[in-house]
Structure formats: C-alpha cells, structure tokens
C-alpha cells in the first residue's frame, strides 16, 4: 500500500509540475508556445525571459535551459535561446545559451544531449582553465535534424537541414543540409546527392510507413496476432 501511495503521489507530481503556457510554474519564459510542455522535474532554469520556447515541443525530464552565464543578467532586448515549433529534447539534454543558440522546427534530440555556445579558453598555462575567460560563438541547428543520444555541440556550430548527428559524436564547424556525422570530432560520413541520392548508398530499405487510416486498435490487434513486422504492404510502383 506504501507503494501504491508513493507512486500515485508521484504521477500527481509529474502531471502538477509541468510547465505549460497555461501552466507556467515558477517561470517567466519570453514565450511559451501553444500545446509545448516541460516535464517534471525541470533541470536547471534560468534566464527565462531571454528563452522562447515554440508550439508543441516536448522538453523531456531533467533538461537543463539557461540564458547567460547566471542568473539575474541583463541579456538585452533580444532572445538568446530559441526552440523552434515542435522540438523534442530529450531527458536530461542540456541547451546552454551564453550566446545566441537557435533551434529549427521539429529537431529532435536523443536523451542527455548537450548544446553549448560558450566553451573553456586554456590559453594561460599558469592560470587554472575554469578561472580563464571563456570563448563563446553563437550555434544554430537546422530545422528537421536528429541529435543521437548523448551528441555534444561546440560553439560555433551550424547544422544545416536535416542533419543527423550519430550518437556521442562532437560537431563543431559547420554542417551542410542533409548530411549524416559521427565522430569525435564529428565528421560526414553520408551526404544525399539530389541526383545519386544517399552517398554511400543506404544498407537497409526505407521502413514501410502505417498505411493511412489503420487504427491503433488494429495495429495492436495484428502485432498481437503476426509479431511487429505484419503491417499491411502498401501499393508499390507499377513493375515493368
């Protein structure tokens, strides 16, 4: 019964801790957006009113989202961290904003990534690198990319569209439109060619997409019945 009790006071925690633009606890966000919501618990928050958050992102469990190297800072009259429209951030990622970080739409992030736009500077050896003032350059990630878990960011990085960042790679520099990194320091190991398509060539086929209309009552019903990979074939191009 202690248990039960336990866990129940905890799923009202989660559901009464979230922050929503109904909703928004203890911060003052520069904008929350329509349908976004930050789980419970928060990680570290501060400099909300230089963060804008767009419409329907999910901010998963124990993410970390700061403007400025502390809090109570004057940062201006502009935004300093910008998540675009239905962004995912997944459990305990970390975004830090000293300088301008902006987010495009529908980037997804894996669990305990990290995003920095401010780094350490070692360029005294007599002086301890944590008391050295660090560098900072303004990061950007295209719209549509995927960070795999555990991706770190350096300042100064652009992401262009569509990129997808293996898991615990390290990207610095810049990232053209759809192209695939791994590595620490990442380094493009895929790129899509509008004419030859994905170079070197995928190893596996594209998944088949839910055909429209299919239920989830019926896919439970057919997983249940044939295992996961019974989905109904779609219609393919006509063979010749």
Do not use: K
């Amino acid at each position: 019964m202690a248990s039960r009790l336990v866990h129940r006071a905890w799923r009202w925690a989660q559901q009464a801790g979230a922050v929503t633009a109904d909703r928004p606890g203890p911060h003052a966000f520069r904008r929350i957006g329509s349908g976004t919501r930050l789980a419970f618990p928060q990680g570290t928050i501060f400099g909300a009113p230089w963060i804008e958050l767009g419409d329907h992102c999910i901010v998963g469990a124990e993410v970390t989202l700061t403007a400025g190297m502390m809090p109570d800072l004057d940062l201006g009259p502009e935004a300093v961290l910008r998540l675009g429209s239905g962004v995912v951030l997944g459990r305990g990622s970390h975004v830090i904003a000293h300088s301008p970080v902006t987010i495009g739409d529908d980037v997804f992030f894996g669990p305990y990534c990290y995003v920095t736009s401010t780094n350490h500077s070692y360029d005294d050896p007599h002086e301890p690198v944590g008391r050295q003032w660090p560098r900072s350059a303004p990061v950007e990630i295209g719209a549509g990319s995927w960070l795999g878990h555990g991706a770190v960011v350096l300042p100064g990085a652009r992401l262009g569209r569509n990129v997808v960042v293996a898991a615990g790679s390290v990207v610095r520099g810049e990232v053209p439109d759809h192209a695939v990194v791994a590595g620490a320091p990442a380094r493009i190991v895929r790129r899509w060619d509008a004419e030859a398509g994905w170079q070197p060539p995928l190893r596996t086929p594209a998944p088949t997409p839910v055909p429209e209309g299919v239920t989830s009552a019926q896919l439970l019903a057919l997983a249940e019945r044939a295992g996961p990979d019974a989905l109904p074939e779609q219609p393919g191009p006509p063979q010749e």
